[in-house]
């Protein structure tokens, strides 16, 4: 029989500092649910002028997530170039159109109203950089069908959802009322929330950061 005394378990290993260039609450959920040991700074990036220039420019939305990753991790990286800097950005595209995180009610209900019956894909990037040099980058994307949706149901929506509608582009977060907006999800479910998260922590190992 085994000397279940001698047997490894795992440990957690954080020989780097990790920071996230984001400003975002769920991808810190995430990382810190998986374990990671983290500091939180965003990047003072105005995000909606990055992408109002790069899709000027004729930049898919894939591209622009990629951008805007690095532009992030790259920002703190220079304070931080000790650091293992996690940069990330998400992107929603419905018939070529990029959504952005509504700004009030009246702007949540126009996004659901015009992603109802239809398809739209999120585009979710993920890099790190340390000293200025990007390590490693991962770009993944999942589509998702929303149902029909009457006003009614967008008024009953928001009003049950409050503040978190106005958090997330597309007004819903998945992993909670914005459940009841879909009928069909194809692709990873930490792509959905904004990170591509097994990636990133198979990175992260092979690193000695995190749950070896």
């Not at 991790?73 to 293992?84: G, L, M, T």
């Not at 009610?105 to 999120?122: I, N, V």
């Amino acid at each position: 029989m085994a000397d279940l005394s001698q047997a490894e378990t795992p440990k957690m290993v954080a020989t780097t500092p990790v920071i996230l260039a984001s400003a975002s609450a769920v991808r810190a959920r995430l990382l810190a649910a998986a374990g990671i040991a983290f500091e939180q700074q965003p990047a003072a990036v105005d995000e909606g002028e990055v992408k109002n220039a790069l899709k000027s420019e004729g930049a898919s939305a894939r591209e622009a997530a990629e951008a805007l990753a690095e532009l992030k991790a790259q920002h703190v990286s220079r304070k931080h170039p000790e650091a293992f800097v996690i940069g990330a950005d998400q992107i929603l595209e419905c018939d070529g159109v990029w959504f952005d995180k509504p700004g009030a009610r009246a702007d949540a209900a126009a996004s659901l109203k015009a992603l109802g019956g239809r398809d739209h894909e999120l585009i979710a990037s993920v890099c790190v950089i340390r000293g200025g040099a990007i390590l490693w980058h991962h770009s993944d994307r999942a589509s998702l069908h929303v149902r029909a949706l009457d006003e009614g149901f967008i008024e009953r929506y928001l009003d049950a959802a409050g503040q978190a509608a106005l958090d997330s582009v597309g007004a819903y977060q998945l992993e909670g009322l914005g459940a009841n907006l879909f009928t069909r999800i194809d692709g990873d479910y930490f792509t959905i929330l904004g990170l591509p998260l097994l990636p990133l922590l198979d990175f992260l190992r092979g690193h000695q950061v995190g749950l070896q």
